[in-house]
């Protein structure tokens, strides 16, 4: 019988429909397929760069995340589908946005499997199958981006093995181009797999097709460079912001925590039992977990005895070779931390070790298994193969069923000999985890079998093909009967989870003008939920200093932390402070310097009536005798692997703040030094400061704050400890002050106190664009972090290289002010010269214009930015220029022309070809 005859797009139509019809359901009831925490990040750059077209706008930076960060590190950003998606209401723009995409790759599948020569009947079944995988369904839906970059995947191998059938060149440059979509769908480490998986298909096809080593060196070449010039746009403003951020803090990341991420060997056993571990099957990460859900291997127990069959059988077929050789290469990075040697060599490697998932590979190896699955399935057409995949089925079902029949019964048998009590546990594991996967064996056994019985005997004309149908129809009902339940998995989401409904909320929202919003969280979560976590400040307009974004600016996290080695990836999880309660009670100049005007307050950090103890400022601030003064040095032992300490009883009061001074000299390479106030029942973070020893010698100034409300009975000492120090440290001329300056200062006022919401609003701050009272020059921005409590960055400019001034603001006026994406405006009147600052954070790019001449743009406090005015009336002109998005869509454009001017020229020689 010949293949059906049904035109391609009838296809593509038919499995857009599918996923359509199983999750309509969740727009019509206002629901969200995706919770409402992964999915209004996700929401946010969807709908964010749409509604700036229409208002005709192209945000390269954006004035709602994270106090300025550049806005490549919003998902999906250039990304067309997205843009395209975004005009519609948020529900149906993300149940559109996901099925079109896992229908687009089950479309290609579909056509990559036609071109490996797999029958089309086959190709149609199994690109359903992978349709409702479980690996791009269930909850891997929480992770809209990745699954906006796997059907890329099928798409690029289609074109290439077109390339490779017909060696008609539009097909290499097609499958460049959904290479750079996969970049520009805003997952750089799952387009990274999708690009490598591609070139290395070809170049192993390439050889064993036996083409000339000059044709294979120009076509790899023309596959790298063009796929590269299509995802500039992305690579390159990406490049630049992890460039910049290096600087600022590491991009490494211990062993432990990339090995925490590899799954482990063991885990392929659950592609056969997928309960095997445990009745939960919601483990994302560890060693014996996946990248998404603990099934998602699973891919049921027909496809699995046809998988094997297949690789028994048919191991020759080329498609089945290379197909194992993927999934042996895949699976063994995503289990990397279990390979003795390999792990330490994979780790270091550039980028490699900085992909904290690898597991997230796994869809290549689901990709090739199910490429196996439909070569084999293909082969069975064949008489004597469908024969064969008989007797396998009915040995491997005899097989499996004797295996499991034995556990079962010997469980069976133990609970005779013990307490129920203790077997009943495992009584019942058994029930849930084997016995679904016999009844699915025997049955498929004896349907195979009774069907194969009967065709032959009382079937008419052609009972093989009749035979083979029957096996198909099985296949698709017995699996997808097994993964549907876990593939249609959801966390359905409230759209009024996404966007501010509630009135309080929407009273802060129209209030809120040109300031920010802080959550005060006290933890770095990404599941933590307020009306701004998860960029939900983009959707409804709010700037906001917290965000969930891939990459956050390290000093911001710096200052707020106060953490001394800061992984700038792992800083882009700002979604609160772990040092929250200082951040509001003795930070409030950082807040205010950065225009946060309201505080979420959910934990209770704050007064009710705003009152905090804070600071005067130091001028102002008197110091008592000093509480420690020790003559002489001291040296503190070289310290790694351990640590050492110097120790002095201290007098501490509550609600008083202490200047920390002391000079060092050290060989040492490497270490830190705490210095913290300590005693029995009493360890206070905000007690405990550190510093790092990059120079032979310094001179070191700390601020600490006791804010303990009763004095402990025991005694309490000051220390210096020493941690990870190779060398020893000489400390000279050390000394504890106690400043009188600790005071009652109103910084809150209630704003919002109800059942939903607790926030404050700060008195002290600072607006978008204001002038400085003082210039101060610091020799590096190591002063800022080592004084971060004792200094006054909302009234005084600290810059490095500076001269020192004081500035008269009387007659200084800032009006007009024109606050939108990429650049502010506003006119400045002063009658004397000034400093005006720009409260977002500074990033390479930023230009300052005054009268529409540049001028000098400064660093201000280790973070935001400013440029000195002179007296007058002026208009000046903050704006932001991305050198990596310039350089990257001008390559990307130049690309796109190129070829696009190739294929009309091929088309128009070709036209005039024929006429002749």
Known sequence: MKDLQIKNWQILLFLLALPMAAY??????????????????????????????????????????????????????????????GFLPPAWSILFYY??????????????????????????????????????GGMRKSHMNIITVIPMLPVGMYFIQKFLNSNLLKWLVLSTVALGLAFLGGHPQIATYVAGTVFIYYLVSAIKKRMPFSA?????????????????????????????????????????????????????IQMIIPRFFKESIFMAYGPMNSSEMDIELFMGVIVIIVILFSVKTYWRHFHIKLSILFCVIVFSYAAIAHIPVLREFVYHLPIIGGFRVPSRALFIFLFFMYVILSIGITRLSEEESLDRFLRFQRRTAFVFVLVCGTVILAIYVLTQLYSITEIMPIKNYIHTTFFPLIIIALEFALVMSSASILIKHFGKGNCNNKFYNTFLVLLIIITLGETLPFSLMTH???????????????????NIGNYKIFDAFPGVDGGHMSFVSQNKGMVNKMSVINSYIPYNNPILYKLLSGDHNVQFNF??????????????????DLLSMLGVKYVIDSNKLIPDDGYVTAMAEQEEAEISERMLNVDGEFTLASSVGGYTLEQHIVPVKPYRYYEVRFDFQTNAQQ??????????????????????????????????????????PSDIYFRIVSVGLDDALIVDNLQISEYIGGIKEKMYVPYIIDDENRIFENVNVRDILYFADELRNIDSIDYIFRNRYGLQLDKINYVVGSEDKSYNLQGSIIKNIDFRNNAITATVESDHEGFLNFSQCYFPGWRVYIDGKRADLKVVNALIMGVEIPWGTHEVRFSFVSAGFVLGAIITSVNAIFWIAWLVIILYFKKRRNKL
């Open 24 to 85: 309509i359901k969740y727009p019509l009831n206002d629901l969200s397929i995706m919770d409402a925490g992964d999915g209004a990040q996700f929401l946010s750059g969807l709908q964010f760069q749409a509604n700036n077209i229409l208002n005709g706008d192209f945000a390269v930076w954006n004035k709602y995340l994270s106090a300025g960060v550049p806005a490549i590190v919003i998902i999906t950003i250039y990304y067309p589908m997205a843009i395209l998606f």
């Open 492 to 510: 359905a989401s409230p759209i009024d989870g996404f966007v501010i409904r509630n009135k309080g909320n929407k009273r802060l929202k129209n």
């Open 99 to 136: 099925c079109f995409h896992i229908a687009f790759g089950a479309f290609f599948f579909y056509l990559f499997l036609r071109e490996v020569n797999c029958n089309i009947k086959t190709s149609i079944i199994v690109s359903v199958i992978w349709l409702f995988s479980i690996h791009i």
């Open 671 to 712: 270490g830190v030094v705490y210095v913290d106030f300590w005693g029995e029942n009493y360890d206070l973070n905000a007690c405990q400061q550190g510093v790092d020893i990059t120079s032979k010698s310094g001179h070191v100034l700390l601020n600490l704050f006791n804010d303990d409300s009763s004095v402990c």
């Open 571 to 588: 800083s882009g999880l700002l979604t609160g402070s772990q040092n929250a309660r200082e951040n509001v009670l003795r930070q409030n």
């Open 216 to 268: 294979i060196v120009k076509n790899c070449g023309l596959l790298i460079f063009s796929s590269l010039g299509f995802s500039a746009l992305t690579i390159f403003p990406t490049a630049e912001i992890v460039l910049e951020y290096m600087r600022q803090g590491s991009s490494e990341i211990s062993f432990s925590f990339f090995s925490s991420y590899s799954i482990h060997p063991i885990k392929l």
